[in-house]
């Protein structure tokens, strides 16, 4: 069981598909003593690996305490950055701490694209420091991409780039339109572009010896399955039944792109808005409906909820919009 806590909404970067709008330090953000109840809920609920992102998290004052806080409870720690903060002293605190990994952000081999992206001058060279910064204090880093339309075609480059780099892991998120990442929903791949790319992906995991792992795009759970492969992970879509997410003001959603608040942890305890809330036990029957819900790999993949959503006027537990796999199937 893995959870996302979104330490702050404050960030170095003004990202074009942040699905936090993150910029500037929200009001009634979490307080130190409040974060550290939360992560001890957290682990009262039976999580195992704690991500500390944002915004960035390296911007939050009290980071380190609250590190070491989930440290000391067992959790595995680990951090979702742009990597522009992370100096070698950083790095070193971070790995004295137990950080288990620091999965830092590249969109593209160009820096003036991924700059652009992020709205940040020197973000790229910043991020590649970032890395170097990371291996050099053996402090295990991975690389995401958010994949779109325009950096589609370079994504397995930047994997090369990983490799080269002395990343254990090369995540790609798959965009999904939520937050100002709305504002850029043509750039969503479709269902043969989506398809296409992820068999690539799954191709090339034959050949590297780091993880390749695509998020928000659970049917690469099925085209492993179709090509024979073996992969660690069992389940596609986890949102609302091993992973769910909090924002910097306590509230708790199924997953980062599926923008619907089930409770805050000021008014309610964690672990119990982590066992009763009606959406997350509803998301635990797998009911999806349409093609999702007679889907031979439904149990496999679930299909992206977020997507699911928003393209079904808000409906999480509608077909996935974007699974070529139904009309193969002639769902």
């Not at 609920?45 to 440290?71: N, Q, Y």
């Not at 819900?293 to 509608?318: H, I, P, Q, V």
Request: a neutral charge; charged letters at 25%; aromatic letters at 10%.
């Amino acid at each position: 069981m893995i959870i996302s806590w979104n330490t702050t909404n404050q960030c170095n970067m003004y990202c074009k598909h942040c699905y936090r709008d993150a910029g500037v330090k929200a009001s009634e953000e979490l307080s130190t003593e409040e974060g550290k109840n939360l992560i001890t809920e957290i682990k009262k609920a039976g999580f195992k690996i704690m991500i500390f992102s944002g915004g960035e998290p390296l911007m939050r004052p009290d980071i380190f305490e609250l590190v070491e806080h989930a440290g000391k409870l067992g959790l595995r720690p680990v951090f979702g950055t742009n990597g522009t903060l992370i100096t070698r002293d950083v790095a070193r605190k971070l790995k004295e701490l137990g950080v288990m990994g620091m999965g830092i952000s590249l969109d593209s081999l160009d820096p003036t694209k991924h700059n652009e992206l992020r709205c940040y001058p020197g973000g790229f060279e910043q991020a590649v420091q970032g890395m170097e910064n990371c291996l050099h204090e053996k402090l295990p880093f991975q690389i995401h991409t958010t994949v779109m339309g325009w950096n589609k075609d370079e994504i397995l480059d930047i994997t090369d780039f990983a490799v080269e780099k002395g990343a254990v892991a090369h995540h790609f998120f798959f965009l999904v339109p939520t937050g100002r990442g709305a504002n850029i929903e043509t750039e969503s791949l479709r269902a043969k572009e989506y398809e296409d790319t992820l068999t690539k992906i799954m191709e090339k995991q034959k050949h590297v010896a780091i993880e390749l792992k695509p998020t928000c795009a659970p049917q690469f759970i099925r085209i492993a399955k179709e090509m024979g492969m073996e992969l660690r992970f069992q389940r596609g879509c986890l949102a609302g039944t091993s992973y769910c997410i909090i924002s910097p003001t306590g509230n708790v959603q199924p997953c980062a792109y599926l923008d619907l608040p089930i409770g805050n942890v000021k008014e309610t305890p964690f672990s119990q808005l982590w066992a009763e809330s009606e959406v997350f036990k509803n998301l635990r029957t797998l009911d999806y409906k349409g093609g999702c819900g007679t889907c031979k790999y439904k149990l496999a993949c679930s299909g992206c909820r977020a997507r699911a959503a928003f393209y079904n006027e808000g409906d999480y537990m509608a077909e996935e919009p974007w699974c070529l796999y139904h009309g193969r199937q002639g769902f």
